[in-house]
Every structure is written in structure tokens, then in C-alpha cells.
């Protein structure tokens, strides 16, 4: 008797026939939407050279002065970017760990905290941060970079350190409860079976979703531009087509390099998260990644 579990009921010929017919119509229909896109903007001349000029031709004479504003906005959104990845990661780790590790009482504070923050939207966590910390006489004008990078930097932190806490919470529960018991008996304490064991192990497991907040974070900087705090890539875009009067080109060149930061990182995360996989397997081909954390861990031990 067959132990294969049937998910689904494999389609017959008829049922084939249709779903090719339905892609076709789907297909004809996403590609009119595209026409009709293109022929509205053809009507509104939005092909003109004198509007993607400074954006494609380096012998416009606004080329140099264009390219000049959006690296410098490219410069600055990476900077962010890192500076809050970097703080985010380091705060989320320790919110993270100390909600596993105290006890009952003492994690409502946290609770709260997580709560109140991954409640927020992000922009309101920037404008609170540039506006109220003033009020309340924090002064970051002499920091590294000026406040605006350090304004958009703490509102990024504050919000997605409580989304990683929460990730990396989940990736240790997700652990088998035997590992931390196994921990124990080797003689590791509870902070060492956390930090040697368990981190290791939930990094691993949620490394895709963990990816996928940092491009997230990424991709938040822009909201800088809405509250105008600091000069980043959409800012540099809104500064083009404000003094140029191509919002549509600006938009489409700024979007793209978007697109092809965040398809970078998507790839660099496949490619590790395939390295760590990988590099975890036992040599018979199998992955037992408690039992060679908790082996290593008691070989140092010794």
C-alpha cells in the first residue's frame, strides 16, 4: 500500500484545456493594460526626448547634474539602510532573547514595547523621531552624517527591531525542545545554551524571512522623502522632476535601481541561506544540526 499523500487531483484533459485557455485570455489581457498604458502615455508625450534626456543622455547638458543627485541619494540610502539593518539586527537580537529568557513577569515590559512599536506604521515611528525627540531637548545635529540620517535610523530601529525580535523568537521556538534539555546536561547555562545552540540554529531556519525584513528595511528609507528629513534616493528623484518637470521618468529610473537592489539581495540571500544548508549537512548526507551544535559545544566544553 502506497504511502504517498495526494495533495491535489492531477488535472484531467479537460481541466488542462481550460487553464490554458484561461492563461491565454489573462495573458491578452495584461498585455492590452500595457497598451493602453503606453498609448495614453505616447498621447501625453511622455516619450519626448527633452523629458528622459537628462535621465539617459549623457551629452544633455542637466545629465551630469541629474546622475549627480541620484548617487548622492543612493549614497545616503545605503547608509541608512546599514546603520538601521546593523541596529535593528544587534536590538531585535537582544529583545528577542531576553522575551525567551525571563519570566512571565518580566517580559510584559517587552511585550509592551513589541506591541507598541509593531503597531506603528514605520513613517509615524520617523516623524515621531524627527519631531518629538527635538522637544524633548535631544540634540543630534553633531552626530555622524546630521540628525536627518539619525532620525530616519532610529525610526527604522524601532520598528524593525520588534519585527526581528519576533522572527527570531519564532525560529527557536520552532526548535525541538530536546536540544535545550541536552544543553543542560552538558553543564551550559541558559544564556550559553541560547547563544551557542539555539541562535544559531533559529538564524538558519528563518534566515528567508530574516532577508526579507532587511530588503524591507531597504526599501523604507524612501519614507524619508515624505516627511523630508533626508536627502535619499526618492528625494533625489522628487528634486529632479520638480526642477525638470519629468515626475514619470524620474520615478521609473529611481524605481528600477529599487528593483535591482532588492533583486541583488533576494539573490545574495538564496545564495547563503544554499551555503548554510549546505555547509550544515553531515557527512552521510544528512542535516542533524542540533546534534552537531550540542557535540561541538560539549567538545569545547571539554
Known amino acids: 500500500m502506497s504511502?504517498?499523500?495526494?495533495?491535489?487531483?492531477?488535472?484531467?484533459?479537460?481541466?488542462?484545456r481550460r487553464q490554458a485557455i484561461l492563461a491565454i485570455i489573462a495573458g491578452i489581457a495584461a498585455l492590452a493594460v500595457v497598451a493602453l498604458v503606453l498609448y495614453r502615455l505616447n498621447e501625453q508625450?511622455?516619450?519626448?526626448?527633452?523629458?528622459?534626456?537628462?535621465?539617459?543622455?549623457?551629452?544633455?547638458?542637466?545629465?551630469?547634474?541629474?546622475?549627480?543627485?541620484?548617487a548622492d541619494g543612493f549614497l545616503n540610502t545605503m547608509k541608512a539602510?546599514?546603520?538601521?539593518?546593523?541596529?535593528?539586527?544587534?536590538l531585535g537580537t537582544v529583545i528577542g532573547v531576553s522575551r525567551l529568557m525571563?519570566?512571565?513577569?518580566?517580559?510584559?515590559?517587552?511585550?509592551?514595547?513589541?506591541?507598541?512599536?509593531?503597531?506603528?506604521?514605520?513613517?509615524?515611528?520617523?516623524?515621531?523621531?524627527s519631531r518629538v525627540l527635538p522637544d524633548l531637548g535631544v540634540d543630534l545635529s553633531g552626530w555622524p552624517g546630521g540628525e536627518g540620517l539619525w532620525f530616519v535610523v532610529i525610526g527604522?530601529?524601532?520598528?524593525?527591531?520588534?519585527?526581528?525580535?519576533?522572527?527570531?523568537?519564532?525560529?527557536?521556538?520552532?526548535?525541538?525542545?530536546?536540544q535545550s534539555e541536552a544543553a543542560m546536561a552538558i553543564g551550559l547555562s541558559n544564556?550559553?545554551?541560547?547563544?551557542?545552540?539555539?541562535?544559531?540554529?533559529?538564524?538558519?531556519?528563518?534566515?528567508?524571512?530574516?532577508?526579507?525584513?532587511?530588503?524591507?528595511?531597504?526599501?523604507?528609507?524612501?519614507?524619508?522623502a515624505v516627511l523630508g528629513v533626508y536627502p535619499e534616493l526618492?528625494?533625489?528623484?522628487?528634486?529632479?522632476?520638480?526642477?525638470?518637470?519629468?515626475?514619470?521618468?524620474?520615478?521609473?529610473?529611481?524605481g528600477t535601481i529599487f528593483v535591482a537592489i532588492n533583486f541583488g539581495?533576494?539573490?545574495?540571500?538564496?545564495?547563503?541561506?544554499?551555503?548554510?544548508s549546505h555547509s550544515s549537512r553531515s557527512p552521510g548526507g544528512e542535516t542533524d544540526e542540533g546534534v552537531r551544535y550540542i557535540t561541538d559545544t560539549a567538545e569545547l566544553a571539554q
Open 45 to 70: 508625450s511622455q516619450f519626448d526626448g527633452n523629458l528622459w534626456g537628462p535621465l539617459i543622455n549623457p551629452r544633455d547638458e542637466d545629465f551630469a547634474a541629474v546622475w549627480g543627485l541620484i
Open 234 to 254: 526618492l528625494n533625489a528623484a522628487k528634486i529632479i522632476y520638480l526642477n525638470l518637470g519629468n515626475p514619470i521618468q524620474a520615478l521609473f529610473v529611481v
Open 102 to 129: 525571563l519570566g512571565k513577569w518580566g517580559r510584559i515590559p517587552l511585550v509592551g514595547f513589541i506591541e507598541l512599536f509593531r503597531g506603528l506604521p514605520v513613517v509615524v515611528s520617523i516623524f515621531f523621531a
Open 265 to 276: 539581495l533576494s539573490k545574495l540571500a538564496g545564495w547563503v541561506e544554499y551555503r548554510m
Open 156 to 178: 527604522l530601529t524601532a520598528y524593525n527591531s520588534v519585527i526581528l525580535a519576533e522572527i527570531l523568537r519564532s525560529g527557536v521556538n520552532a526548535l525541538p525542545k530536546g
Open 3 to 16: 504511502s504517498e499523500v495526494v495533495l491535489y487531483d492531477v488535472p484531467g484533459p479537460r481541466a488542462k
Open 191 to 224: 544564556l550559553a545554551t541560547m547563544r551557542l545552540i539555539l541562535l544559531p540554529q533559529a538564524v538558519r531556519i528563518m534566515l528567508p524571512a530574516l532577508i526579507s525584513q532587511l530588503v524591507v528595511i531597504l526599501k523604507d528609507t524612501s519614507l524619508a
Open 81 to 90: 539602510a546599514a546603520l538601521a539593518i546593523v541596529f535593528s539586527l544587534a
